[in-house]
T-cell receptor
Framework: GIQVEQSPPDLILQEGANSTLRCNFS?????LQWFHQNPWGQLINLFY???GTKQNGRLSATTVATERYSLLYISSSQTTDSGVYFC?????????FGAGTTVTVRA | GAVVSQHPSWVICKSGTSVKIECRSL??????MFWYRQFPKQSLMLMAT?????????EQGVEKDKFLINHASLTLSTLTVTSAHPEDSSFYIC???????????FGPGTRLTVT
């Protein structure tokens, strides 16, 4: 199956800072999603982005499918951005999850 | 749109009993539903994939007789943990796919504790 690696594993930010999370995947994919898992465990869909660039408010994502990586950008971070960010990639319906990046935003 | 619910949100059961977890797509028809398991501070592991009206496809290493999955309709899938043991304690999360895109939408999860 697809192997998904995320970096860094942990990220501590001061409120207002910008950051970049990276996701590398081992093979070509036609499905790539970014999620934020809140403290209660709910996975929030951030982006469905098998290729290209998307933006949603302070978040944006870029996937370079030919080079097998995706980036999630958080700008002007807020304390509510804290949590675990997962990248998941795969083909058709099946997703493999990375280990996640734990983001802590300090006031 | 694309809301998925799970019930119950948490459950405690005694060792040897069975527990059923429901996953519903509330505002769309889900051609495919998925069940994942997550241990504390770890990632999600896919357990099985189910399509309405057909048998579930289990991932390698997942006991199909222990984790029974039924996808009875386009809006409901159930996971039954049979003869539960303490090592089955975990966070179980379902997701659903509309079929128009590959994007998956996740339920809020069910925390199972087996005593």
């Amino acid at each position: 199956g697809i192997q998904v690696e995320q970096s860094p594993p942990d990220l501590i930010l001061q409120e207002g800072a910008n950051s970049t999370l990276r996701c590398n995947f081992s093979d070509s994919v036609n499905n790539l999603q970014w999620f934020h898992q809140n403290p209660w465990g709910q996975l929030i869909n951030l982006f469905y982005i098998p290729s290209g660039t998307k933006q949603n408010g302070r978040l944006s994502a870029t996937t370079v499918a030919t080079e097998r990586y995706s980036l999630l950008y958080i700008s002007s971070s807020q304390t509510t951005d804290s949590g675990v960010y997962f990248c998941a990639a795969g083909n058709d319906y099946k997703l493999s999850f990375g280990a996640g990046t734990t983001v802590t935003v300090r006031a | 749109g694309a809301v998925v619910s799970q019930h119950p949100s948490w459950v405690i059961c005694k060792s040897g009993t069975s527990v059923k977890i429901e996953c519903r797509s509330l505002d769309f028809q889900a051609t495919t539903m998925f069940w994942y398991r997550q241990f504390p501070k770890q990632s999600l592991m896919l357990m099985a994939t189910s399509n309405e009206g057909s048998k579930a496809t289990y991932e390698q290493g997942v006991e199909k007789d222990k984790f029974l999955i039924n996808h009875a309709s386009l809006t409901l899938s159930t996971l039954t943990v049979t003869s539960a043991h303490p090592e089955d304690s975990s966070f179980y999360i379902c997701s659903a796919q509309t079929g128009y895109l590959y994007e998956q939408y996740f339920g809020p999860g069910t925390r199972l504790t087996v005593t």
